[in-house]
Structures are given as structure tokens and as C-alpha cells.
DNA sequence: AAAGCGGGGAG
DNA sequence: CTCCCAGCTTT
């Protein structure tokens, strides 16, 4: 990139910036949260969760020591689970050997568990204004446009040719770099003005003077992105089994899926309402009044849950089941992490908030 | 290299 | 409804 567009684009952002929670603060822990709560997350979604956060676990000690239910309830409704499962093992690593601390160095970054090459560059360069790259989807969707790249912007080659367009500006040649301003500016750019979608705003950007895509009319048509394959749809049936005053819940396995949240106990299939009552029978209630819930469907990436639910009541609720299942009050439900897809169910009940 | 992993906004 | 967005880990 030429040397006029990158201070233009520095200049740019810092009379630009939005105000954010987690930015200018000076503290590296907040880089590193708010950089992994974004990750496949709309800034919106993520502010009052990261709030939320910080005011429950406002440093890494704190991070270290959460138990893990309440970290997942801290991260319910963000979605990739596993991100707060790295980021509490990351905690517990930077206590252990970093006395608590995030290493000022790239390489060291990329190896902690859940930050990879983005996140090591965010962190590496926001909060240390060290030299590294952090090519996220904005930067991809920005420079693809910026270099006019036409490939497709789901291979690795892509990321790999913006990677190697940077690296001068990576070297220290470069006089006085501001590396923060300079990455964070390619974001900001890309989630307001370089936006997808067709709709880009180059008429307001700084760096459209050089822009292949801007100058050759070829905005949407650049990214080009490859379809995705069809979603596998699984049919599910979902037991809410009650008495007055407690739900059965059941804790996933700690590992796939939703892993570690907690549901209203199911089958992946679609049962029939007699197949439905053998089956609870069969684990040890006895329906006293049963009651057709609507159906709900939950779309995931990779995945679509197809849902029937029924309500099951018995008389007094008490189960020989595994250690994966729990009696829950009302009060009790609302204080586990139960994930979006059961949202249709937990609504149903009023039992959230 | 490909698959698994959530959830929400726009049209 | 359909389409779009997208970083890290595991296989």
C-alpha cells in the first residue's frame, strides 16, 4: 500500500474511531476479551456482554478462578462456546507461566489456546502498537476490493496475498508506524464504510483514490465468496418434564456441540405422542397431563434442529437418572446458561428475565 | 484441506 | 423464509 493511503487511512481513524468499551483503555486483558468476544460476533451483540463480563471478571486472576458455570452463563447467547472455554485455559496459562500477564510478542500470542494468527495480531498490535497483521474479514473484504482480487475469498491463497501485500508496512522501514491505528483502521473502515453487501459508502473513504474495485466499478463483484454446502437437518423431540415447582434439565457433554450448556432433555428424532410416552415411561415418570408444545426450528452454521416439544407432568418430580440431569426451580433455571435454540421453550414459560 | 462450532441482522 | 457474516480447533 502506498505510503500517502496508509496515512491516510491512520488519519482516518483516528478522527473516526466509535467509542467502544473495550477501546483506548490501556489494558491489554480488554484487547484480548473484546477481540475474542468479536470473533464471528456483531459489535452490538457483543457490548453488553462484554460489559456484563468485565463487571463480573474484571482481570485475569478473576478470569482464571471463574467457575465454569458462571463463565458460561457470562458467554450464553454469544454462541462458540469453546471461545470462553480457551480464554478461561488461556487465563489459568498466563497465571502459571506469564505471571498473569499477556506476552508482548507475536509468536508467543499466536501459541496460547484460543488465539490464532488474528487475534495474536489484534492483540500485538492494539495493545502493545507492535508490528504484526491482523486480517479478519473486514481487512479480507477491504483490500480484496483495495488490490482488486477476484479469487475467492474462502481460500487460504487470498489471505495469503494480503498477507504478503502488508508486509512492508510490517517491516521496520517504515518511519514511525502507528501499527494500532493502522489495523484497527482497515476494521473500522470495513465495518462502516467498506461494508458487504454491494452497499459500500466510497464516496466517504479515504483510501477509494486507489481503490482497483472503487476505480473499476467492480464493488459487487469483489469479494467473491463461494457457496456454502446444505445444512444437515436433524428432527429432535424435547421432554419437559415438571411438576409445580421443578423442571428436569440435563447438562451436555463437555465436549461438541452446545458443549457444557445446559437443555430440557430429547431425542434427535421426531417421536409420535405415544412413541413420546413409552419412551418417558421408560424412564421412570408417569405422565399425568401432557400438553403439545409448538414446533420451533434452530439454524446453526451446520445444522438445523427441527424441534417438537411436549410438556409432561407428573405428580412429583424425582428422577434415578444419570448425574447429566438435574431437578431445576424456576428461580434455578433462570441462573443456568441455556443456549438461543431453546429460547422458543424458556419464552414459553416466561422463565427467563 | 475440510469439518465442526452459534447466533443475529438484512432483505 | 433465504442469504450473509467468519476465527480457531480438531480431524
Known amino acids: 500500500m502506498k505510503n500517502t493511503d496508509i496515512k491516510k487511512l491512520t488519519q482516518w481513524y483516528d478522527q473516526n474511531k466509535r467509542s ?21 460476533t456483531r459489535i452490538e451483540a457483543v457490548k453488553p456482554k462484554y460489559i ?74 492494539i495493545a502493545y502498537n507492535l508490528p504484526a497483521p491482523a486480517i479478519d474479514g473486514n481487512v479480507l473484504r477491504v483490500l480484496t476490493r483495495y488490490y482488486g482480487i477476484t479469487e475467492d475469498i474462502r481460500l487460504p491463497k487470498v489471505k495469503e496475498m494480503i498477507e504478503e501485500k502488508l508486509n512492508d508496512f510490517y517491516s521496520p522501514k517504515q518511519l514511525n508506524p502507528n501499527y494500532a491505528s493502522f489495523n484497527q483502521g482497515i476494521m473500522e473502515l470495513g465495518e462502516t464504510i467498506c461494508v458487504p453487501n454491494g452497499a459500500p459508502q466510497c464516496k466517504k473513504c479515504p483510501l477509494n483514490k486507489n481503490c482497483y474495485a472503487y ?38 457433554p463437555h465436549k461438541g456441540l452446545l458443549a457444557g450448556l445446559y437443555e430440557f432433555p430429547g431425542v434427535d428424532a421426531h417421536l409420535t405422542k405415544s412413541e413420546m410416552i413409552s419412551h418417558v415411561e421408560s424412564l421412570g415418570f408417569t405422565p399425568l397431563k401432557i400438553t403439545t408444545l ?25 428422577h434415578t437418572l444419570d448425574e447429566h440431569y438435574y431437578l431445576a426451580n424456576k428461580k434455578e433455571l433462570q441462573s443456568l446458561a441455556i443456549p438461543s435454540a431453546f429460547r422458543k421453550y424458556t419464552d414459553w414459560y416466561s422463565l427467563r428475565d
Request: with cysteine.
Open 215 to 252: 476505480q473499476n466499478q467492480m464493488t459487487d463483484s469483489i469479494p467473491y465468496r463461494s457457496s456454502l454446502k446444505d445444512r444437515k437437518i436433524l428432527a429432535r423431540t424435547l421432554f419437559i418434564i415438571r411438576d409445580d415447582q421443578s423442571f428436569l434439565v440435563h447438562k451436555r
Open 52 to 125: 456484563a463480563f468485565k463487571n463480573e471478571l474484571p482481570d485475569i486472576a478473576s478470569l482464571a478462578n471463574c467457575d465454569d458455570d458462571r463463565l458460561m452463563r457470562l458467554w450464553e447467547g454469544l454462541g462458540y462456546y469453546s471461545r470462553a472455554r480457551n480464554l478461561k485455559k488461556c487465563a489459568i496459562f498466563l497465571m502459571e507461566y506469564y505471571d498473569g500477564k499477556l506476552p508482548k510478542d507475536f509468536e508467543l500470542l499466536k501459541i496460547l489456546p484460543g488465539i490464532g494468527p488474528y487475534t495474536a495480531g489484534a492483540i500485538a498490535s
Open 20 to 40: 467502544m468499551p473495550w477501546r483506548d483503555t490501556g489494558n491489554p486483558y480488554d484487547v484480548w476479551l473484546s477481540e475474542i468476544m468479536l470473533q464471528q
Open 294 to 318: 409448538p414446533e420451533a426450528k434452530h439454524i446453526f452454521t451446520h445444522l438445523e434442529w427441527h424441534m417438537r416439544a411436549y410438556e409432561i407432568k407428573v405428580a412429583e418430580i424425582q
